[in-house]
């Protein structure tokens, strides 16, 4: 079965500042990975997501995440965040006929 | 388009008593959903369906918890007797693609569980 790993489970940072939230899996299949976001209040929802292809993905809202297939690693970034990117972030890995969650990363962005 | 609707929002009940949860996924969907997210962790999948089938429930401790999804579409989990460790948000999702996992799951509000 699939596992993921997210670290810095806090993030404090400014506004401007620079983002990357690192994501490793461990899956021996062909893996699909995705970002999942939740605002304070709302849902859970898609930030992006990749199947195939280009290894550098663009989502919503700015962020991109590069999957290395050497590395097994789904790292998120964004080059200047906002206060409205305050939030949970989750990693996911699709393999083995379902999603497996990290444990996410809570950022907070100060004005 | 509706998105995914959960009841209730919130339910305390005391250990060993028993909850239900209700689910009506995004219409048209065929693929649903339950996790279960304890604190400070990401979720986990409980069971997935597929239209009425259980598609996968290994994840699912059987001997207190049940689902099942009514023609297809809302789908019910209970906990029969609760366990404080069953304190949790329950989350369910719909995905329209059949093949489920790999395709962009559509995420309820969830019901926070606190058992005393």
Redesign the interface.
């Known amino acids: 079965a699939q596992s993921v790993s997210q670290h810095n489970h806090h993030v404090i940072l400014s506004e401007a500042a620079s983002l990357e939230l690192g994501c490793n899996y461990s899956y021996g299949g062909t893996v699909n990975l995705f970002w999942y976001v939740q605002y304070p209040g709302q849902h859970l929802q898609l930030l992006l997501k990749y199947f195939s292809g280009d290894p550098l993905v663009k989502g919503i809202k700015g962020f991109e995440a590069e999957f290395i297939k050497s590395k097994f690693s789904f790292n998120l970034r964004k080059p200047s965040v906002q206060w409205s990117d305050t939030a949970e972030y989750f990693c996911a890995v699709g393999g083995n006929n379902r999603l497996a969650f990290g444990k996410g990363n809570q950022v907070v962005v100060i004005p | 388009e509706a998105?995914?609707a959960q009841s209730p929002r919130y339910k305390i009940i005391e250990k060993r008593q028993s909850v239900a949860f209700w689910c009506n996924p995004i219409s048209g969907h065929a693929t649903l959903y339950w996790y279960q997210q304890i604190l400070?962790?990401?979720?986990?999948?409980l069971i997935?369906f597929q239209n009425n089938g259980v598609?996968?429930d290994s994840q699912l401790p059987k001997d207190r918890f049940s689902a099942e999804r009514l023609k297809g579409v809302d789908s019910t989990l209970k906990i029969q007797p609760a366990k404080l460790e069953d304190s949790a948000v329950y989350?369910c999702?719909s995905s329209l693609d059949p093949r489920?996992?790999?395709y962009?799951?559509?995420?309820?509000?969830?019901t926070r569980l606190t058992v005393t």
């Open positions: 998105g995914v400070g962790q990401g979720p986990k999948l997935q598609v996968d989350l999702a489920g996992w790999g962009e799951q559509y995420f309820g509000p969830g």
